[in-house]
């Protein structure tokens, strides 16, 4: 007993040890050594204000960390101004695309605009056909969308007849 005690606290030592010594290799080495005052006039003072000499380079705009940023969203909305017919056209026939808050969406499908403008599902739920459901139980929306159990099987937890 006492033997693993003393192997294990010289484990614990060796790995201490080796954690100090790359931290101490990743931060940078500070010079504690001040310079030689070789500059300073016979009074002991700097002839001119620290910082004077030392020109800073200040970028006259901010430079990003890509290089070619595209402006431009390339899946930007179409914007509709409550023309349905350009949303029927982009999103698809069969009343599925609405103008919702000036911008097209399937209202079949979108969780936010279900069925609706504006008709949000709750976080347990999905838009199926325009329906915010619960696939985890429903039986004709079975852990997705249009997933029907069969005939005398229960939806439980998004799969047919569970358990």
Request: aromatic share 4%; with cysteine; glycine share 8%.
């Amino acid at each position: 007993m006492a033997f693993a005690l003393k192997i294990s606290i010289l484990l614990l030592a060796i790995t201490m040890a080796m954690a100090i010594t790359i931290t101490m290799r990743v931060i940078p080495e500070l010079d504690p050594k001040p310079k030689p005052s070789s500059s300073l006039h016979h009074n002991g003072q700097d002839p001119e204000p620290k910082g004077t000499h030392d020109p800073v380079l200040t970028p006259s705009k901010r430079i990003g960390r890509f290089l070619a940023v595209n402006t431009t969203n390339p899946r930007a909305t179409v914007q509709c101004k409550k023309d349905t017919i350009i949303c029927s056209i982009l999103v698809g026939g069969g009343g599925r695309g609405r103008c919702c808050q000036n911008t097209c969406v399937d209202v079949l499908t979108s969780r936010n605009n279900c069925g609706a403008c504006k008709k949000k599902c709750k976080f347990t739920e999905t838009c199926c056909r325009g329906q915010c459901v619960m696939t985890a139980f429903d039986k004709r929306h079975c852990g997705k969308c249009n997933n029907r159990c069969p005939a005398g099987q229960f939806c439980v937890y998004g799969m047919c007849n569970y358990g």
